[in-house]
C-alpha cells in the first residue's frame, strides 16, 4: 500500500452505504444538503462551490473558509428467499447461516474549501474532499459470505480551483483534482467446493474431512493507487433573478496494486489458495449537472438541478494476479444515471435560513448484476436544514437528509460453484446529519 501524508489520512473519511448512486459522495456541503443539492451548480453561496461548480467562486465576498462534515448513518437488512449451494452428496442445499446483520457502517465525510479573492474578476481556491466512497460489512458465518464480507472504497481529492468573472453575466472556473483510492475486499472462501472440483470428492470428505460449507477459508484484497482529473463549470446570470449554472467532473482512472492474502487454509489446497501481488482497474465516472437558482422574492429561493452520472466506466470489478491469471471477476455492467433535486430557502430573518429538498437518485445497478458488495437501489431524498448568521464574519449551516431506497432483489451466483447462490432481497435507507462553519475575512 501506498503510504499517505497526515494531510490525506485526514480527509480519507469513512462511510457507510454510498449516499449517492453508486459509490458517489454528494454530501460536499452542508448549506446544500438542506436543498438536497437542488441547484447546487448555480448557488454559490459559500466556498463549498469549488465542488459543484468553481465558477461560483466569482460571487463570493472577499476571502471565505468552509469546514464541513457529514455523519452517515445506513440501514440495511437481507432476507433470505431461499439461498443455496452444492451439498456434499452433488445435490443442491440451503446456504448455511444467518442474514448478515446490518452491513451499513456509520461514516464521517468531512469537507474543507478555501476560496480567495485575487481581484475584482479572479478568484482561486482549494478543496480537499472525499468524492466516492463506500463500505459494507457482514456479520461473520452469514449465508452471504462466499459473496462478500467486507467492501471498503475511500478516496481522498485534492482539488485546486481558479474562476474568472468575463462580464456582469457570465463567470467560467475550473480545476485540477488529484486523487487517492484505497480499496479492501474480503470474502469467505468454501474450501470444501473446491476440494470437490479440484481433487477426488471422496478423499475430500473422507480423509481431509473437507466438505461444502464446513471448511471456510478466507481471502483479503487491498490495493492502492493515485490518479487525477479536471472539472468546468460556468454560471450564467440569466435575469437579476434567475441563474444558470453547468458544471462537468471528469472521470479518473486508477490501476490498483496490493495483495491478495489467504488464511485458514487447508494443507491439501495451500498449492490453490497461494497468496499474490494483485491489480485492479478502477474507473470513476465523469458527471454533468445542471442547476437553476430563482429568487422569487426577497424571502424565497426556488432551486433545481439535473445530474447526469456515467456509470457505464463500472463494468466489472476483476482482480489480477501478478502471472495475469484472473484472481477474481464480477460482472457489474452498470448503467448512465440520473439524479433530479428540487428546494427552496426561505430567508425567516436577518440571521436565520430555512432550506427544503427533494430528490430523486436513480441507480445504475440493474436487478440482474446487484450483488451483496453493492445492494443499491433507487434513492429518494427529504431533506430540511437550515443557515444561522453568527456574526458579520461567521455563520454556520445544518441539514438532516432521510433516504428512502427501494427494495432491492439479488439474485447472485449460481448452484454448484464456490460462491453458491444468494438470493433475496435488501431493505435500506440512510439518515445523515451534516453541519458547517464558514468564515468571511
Not at 466438505?211 to 446570470?237: E, K, V
Not at 441563474?243 to 471528469?250: D, I, T
Not at 436577518?350 to 453493492?374: H, M, N, Q
Not at 455563520?395 to 432491492?408: C, E, L, P, R, S
Amino acid at each position: 500500500m501506498i503510504k499517505k501524508s497526515s494531510l490525506l489520512i485526514v480527509f480519507l473519511g469513512t462511510n457507510g452505504l454510498a449516499n449517492a448512486s453508486g459509490f458517489a459522495l454528494i454530501e460536499q456541503s452542508a448549506s446544500g444538503m438542506g436543498n438536497a443539492f437542488a441547484g447546487a451548480a448555480a448557488v454559490a453561496e459559500d466556498a463549498s462551490t469549488i465542488f459543484f461548480n468553481p465558477a461560483g467562486m466569482t460571487f463570493l465576498p472577499d476571502n471565505q473558509l468552509t469546514l464541513g462534515g457529514h455523519a452517515v448513518i445506513p440501514s440495511a437488512e437481507f432476507t433470505d428467499s431461499g439461498s443455496k449451494t452444492i451439498s456434499p452428496t452433488g445435490k443442491p442445499t440451503a446456504l448455511k447461516g444467518g442474514n448478515g446483520g446490518d452491513p451499513g457502517n456509520i461514516g464521517l465525510i468531512p469537507n474543507f474549501y478555501f476560496a480567495k479573492a485575487i481581484n475584482d474578476r479572479w478568484r482561486a481556491g482549494i478543496g480537499l474532499n472525499s468524492p466516492f466512497g463506500l463500505k459494507t460489512e457482514y456479520d461473520a458465518g452469514w449465508m452471504g459470505r462466499y459473496q462478500a464480507m467486507k467492501s471498503e472504497l475511500i478516496t481522498a481529492n485534492i482539488n485546486p480551483s481558479l474562476a474568472f468573472k468575463v462580464n456582469q453575466r457570465l463567470s467560467l472556473g475550473g480545476g485540477i483534482n488529484i486523487s487517492y483510492a484505497e480499496t479492501t475486499l474480503t470474502s469467505a472462501v468454501d474450501s470444501g467446493t473446491i476440494c470437490y472440483g479440484s481433487l477426488n470428492p471422496a478423499v475430500c470428505s473422507g480423509k481431509l474431512g473437507l466438505t461444502p460449507q464446513n471448511a471456510d477459508s478466507a481471502i483479503a484484497m487491498t490495493g492502492s493507487d493515485w490518479g487525477w482529473g479536471y472539472n468546468l463549470g460556468g454560471i450564467f446570470q440569466v435575469t437579476d433573478a434567475l441563474r444558470l449554472g453547468v458544471a462537468y467532473r471528469s472521470g479518473m482512472r486508477f490501476s490498483l496494486n496490493g495483495n491478495a492474502n489467504f488464511s485458514e487454509v487447508p494443507a491439501a489446497l495451500s498449492a490453490i489458495l497461494t497468496p499474490s501481488k494483485i491489480t485492479a482497474a478502477l474507473n470513476l465516472p465523469d458527471t454533468v449537472a445542471t442547476s437553476l437558482a430563482y429568487q422569487l422574492n426577497p424571502q424565497w429561493q426556488l432551486l433545481a438541478d439535473v445530474t447526469w452520472t456515467n456509470w457505464e466506466t463500472f463494468k466489472q470489478l476483476q482482480v489480477v494476479r501478478a502471472n495475469g491469471s484472473v484472481l477474481y471477476k464480477q460482472a457489474e455492467n452498470w448503467q448512465g444515471s440520473l439524479r433530479y433535486s428540487v428546494g427552496a430557502s426561505y430567508q425567516y430573518s436577518d440571521k436565520l435560513k430555512l432550506r427544503y429538498g427533494f430528490a430523486l437518485d436513480e441507480t445504475p445497478v440493474t436487478s440482474t448484476f446487484r450483488t451483496a458488495r453493492i445492494p443499491d437501489s433507487n434513492r429518494f431524498w427529504l431533506s430540511v436544514g437550515l443557515s444561522y448568521q453568527l456574526s458579520t464574519s461567521n455563520h454556520v449551516d445544518v441539514g438532516y437528509t432521510h433516504i428512502f431506497m427501494n427494495d432491492a432483489a439479488i439474485n447472485q451466483g449460481a448452484v454448484g460453484t464456490p460462491t453458491g447462490q444468494l438470493l433475496g432481497r435488501y431493505d435500506n435507507n440512510i439518515n445523515i446529519i451534516s453541519a458547517q462553519f464558514n468564515h468571511v475575512f
